[in-house]
């Protein structure tokens, strides 16, 4: 079964373009606060959770009553980050509290720079009730910020609206709530389908593939690959890093959906692409997918019948990947033993 194209993850307040110009900045508590704050989150980046941990406190027990605007939005973005570090130590429900207090502090603000902040609060919330299995609260929380953010034309706010609707998508998917999925899909589809910029093409390009998914699971696959041909029209080329690497994975998924309707001459040629595309590559998750289409391809020659054609394709995974150390990329090695095994029986039958 195809993995379900999403990836949860909790996001750090930080590299903002103003913290230049705070450095600059001529007042001593400004600059104080930021040399503090950095200190913080390079910890956080050297792996010292406890340590960057007790920094943040200190960051934001030091300037929680400031009134000068770049220090509330660092005490914002530390309380944000205490967060990421209590969920990276495991205090997952001492995150959630972490989040909640700035979203509870700051949700009435009127500095701008604030809400991209609240907004990183809001998913992260509800990226932790989701991996908690509280799947009904990571929905409420994705939805504050739906509904808080839906028409800010501030482009961070948008990203992070555009993952809260994905984030609901996947909890939906998983869920076998398919219907609900594409609908919301479409949803953010039409929102955001004219967008030029890669953070928001990104998650346009996510919604088509997981509603393409969403089809197949329904068995309408015609659809699917109506979808698919979609995608592989408007991204196949593109140069997004966020797109760009989904690519194999759209092919694939449209190749299973030819496979399932019987299509398996339509079916090898898209293989035959993918393959092409992709056989000198050193990515890991891209030599699963070209692991993944010689598979298929073997499959799909065994079902038309060729079965001499077939084997000779799994005689070359097994050959190619059997020293490979990528669990994945073992399954499918086994994937290709077992199906050998098939067309060599199915030709003894023939005979």
């Known amino acids: 079964m195809k993995k379900i194209l999403f990836l949860f993850f909790l996001l750090l307040s930080f590299g903002y373009s103003e913290n230049n110009a705070m450095q600059k900045n001529d007042n001593p508590v400004a600059h104080d606060a930021q040399v503090l704050f950095d200190k913080s989150y390079a910890l956080y980046n050297l792996g010292k959770y406890e340590e960057a941990l007790a920094e943040y406190e200190k960051f934001i027990n030091r300037y929680k009553n400031s009134k000068i605007e770049s220090v509330i939005v660092l005490v914002a973005r530390a309380m944000n980050n205490k967060g990421v570090v209590l969920k990276d130590l495991g205090k997952h429900e001492e995150a959630i509290v972490a989040y909640q207090e700035v979203i509870k502090k700051y949700k009435n603000s009127k500095i701008d720079k604030l809400d991209r902040i609240i907004a990183i609060s809001m998913n992260n919330k509800g990226v932790a009730l989701k991996n908690l299995g509280r799947n009904e609260e990571a929905i409420?929380?994705?939805?504050?910020?739906?509904?808080?953010?839906?028409?800010?034309?501030?482009?961070?706010?948008?990203?992070?609206?555009?993952?809260?609707?994905?984030?609901?998508?996947?909890?939906?998917?998983?869920?076998?709530?398919?219907?609900?999925?594409?609908?919301?899909?479409?949803?953010?589809?039409?929102?955001?389908?004219?967008?030029?910029?890669?953070?928001?093409?990104?998650?346009?390009?996510?919604?088509?593939n997981n509603k393409a998914y969403a089809l197949g699971r329904l068995n309408r696959d015609e659809d699917a690959i109506k979808v698919y041909d979609e995608w592989l029209y408007k991204?196949?080329?593109?140069?997004?890093?966020?797109?760009?690497?989904?690519?194999?994975?759209?092919?694939?998924?449209?190749?299973?959906?030819?496979?399932?309707?019987d299509k398996n001459k339509e079916a090898i040629v898209i293989c035959d692409e993918l393959i092409k595309k992709y056989k000198d590559s050193k990515e890991d998750t891209i030599i699963e997918q070209v692991v993944m289409a010689m598979d298929n391809k073997g499959l799909a020659l065994n079902k038309l019948g060729k079965n001499r054609e077939a084997i000779k394709v799994y005689d070359e995974v097994i050959e190619k990947y059997k020293d490979s150390k990528l669990k994945k990329v073992i399954e499918r090695v086994e994937i290709a033993k077992y199906n050998k095994s098939?067309?060599?029986?199915?030709?003894?039958y023939k005979k």
């Not at 998917?173 to 004219?194: F, H, M, Q, S």
């Not at 098939?342 to 003894?348: G, N």
Request: hydrophobic share 45%; aromatic share 8%.
């Open 235 to 261: 991204y196949k080329d593109s140069k997004v890093g966020g797109v760009s690497y989904q690519v194999a994975g759209v092919m694939n998924d449209k190749i299973v959906s030819l496979l399932k309707l």
């Open 140 to 208: 409420g929380a994705f939805q504050e910020l739906i509904d808080k953010y839906k028409d800010s034309e501030i482009l961070e706010v948008k990203e992070q609206v555009a993952k809260a609707i994905n984030f609901e998508i996947n909890i939906f998917i998983t869920n076998y709530r398919n219907e609900e999925a594409i609908v919301i899909c479409d949803e953010l589809i039409k929102k955001y389908k004219d967008s030029e910029e890669d953070t928001i093409i990104e998650e346009v390009a996510l919604a088509m």
């Open 342 to 348: 098939v067309a060599i029986i199915d030709m003894k």
